[in-house]
């Protein structure tokens, strides 16, 4: 399958060797999406869920289209919070792409390494109700061909860290050779893996956190990627004995509106998360979090000042429509 790249965008010249050498603090691999925003206030609910019937139409009082992905997200969020920052994801040449690239360009990332297939189709339907929970209903084309670009790109770029986002089409032996590669050149590895990737036997995860510096996810994913049940984990106890690939590590649990937990060696770390005014949207509010984190964690090496930062970074977040 062949790919169409974005233009490029911006550049640093290198006139030792007569060649355009392209500089950043972080690019984040991952997805990227249109997300499609529905008031879901006029919608039947039973409890806890919507209620449609066959055949319905429905009137949303508002809608709005952004931008979503853990490879937008992550990207857009470390750039406003201080990173020269690129993305490195699969853009569908469908009705959305001018949107979609308009939006990561405003916010200054670059998109030179953006792919486009005239087959992908990323897009997020949202359903908001008014207390800020979503209903999500997402469909994502397969991002196995993304680390064939990054691989070329790793040898052009010169980055601090790369972002490895939620990618469990990915195999693990593509994923694992490019981390290879980027700490050869000593780049920083920060990645989050999903509920797929969590269930997947112990050995497939040590082979894929093995060149990590910090892993984040959630206490869920945790959960699932130490076969445990949640009520049995003390995560204000040290944890990374459950994970030994980890041990030497940065280890990032987020837990919702009980905060986040930070484990480094023996250090144990509790950051309570910032309230917001008022909770509009909490799309991408993870992504913000890792977003704000990796800027702080780039600049000091202090795992609980970037804890704080990401949560400072997220609770902005959810006053507003939108994940970046």
Known sequence: MQYKKAQFQYSIPNTQYGILIMMFDLIAIGNIS???????????????????????????????????????????????N?????????????????????RLQTAKVNTSHVMFSQGAANVSVLLLQNSGERT?????????????EAHVFSRKFKTRAVYFGNLPHVSVKERRS????????????????????????????????????????????????????????NFRTSVLEMLPV????????????????????????????????????????GDGYTAGFIASYLQYSDVLRAMKVGSRYASKLISRIGAN
């Open 34 to 80: 249109a997300d499609l925003y529905f008031s879901a206030d006029e919608l039947t609910k039973k409890g806890d869920r919507l209620s449609l019937a066959i055949g319905g139409k429905y009137r949303a009082e508002e809608f709005r289209m952004s931008v979503g992905g853990g490879g937008a997200n992550v990207s857009i969020g470390g750039r406003k």
């Open 82 to 102: 201080g990173l020269r920052t690129a993305v490195v994801g699969m853009v569908g040449n469908n009705v959305f792409r001018k949107g979609i690239m308009h």
């Open 136 to 148: 999500v209903i997402a469909h994502q084309s397969s991002h196995q061909h993304i680390l064939e």
């Open 178 to 233: 490019l981390m290879k590669a980027l700490k050869a050149k000593d780049i920083d590895i920060f990645v989050n893996i999903g509920p797929l990737d969590c269930c997947k036997p112990k050995t497939y995860i040590n082979e894929l956190l093995e060149n990590v510096d910090v892993l984040i996810l959630n206490t869920h994913e945790f959960g699932d990627l130490v076969k445990k049940d949640l009520p049995k984990i």
């Open 246 to 285: 980890m041990k030497d590590k940065v280890l990032i649990i987020t837990d919702g509106k009980n905060g986040s937990y930070g484990y480094e060696a023996k250090k144990v770390f509790h950051c309570p998360i910032v309230k917001g005014k008022t909770i509009v949207d909490t799309t991408g509010v």
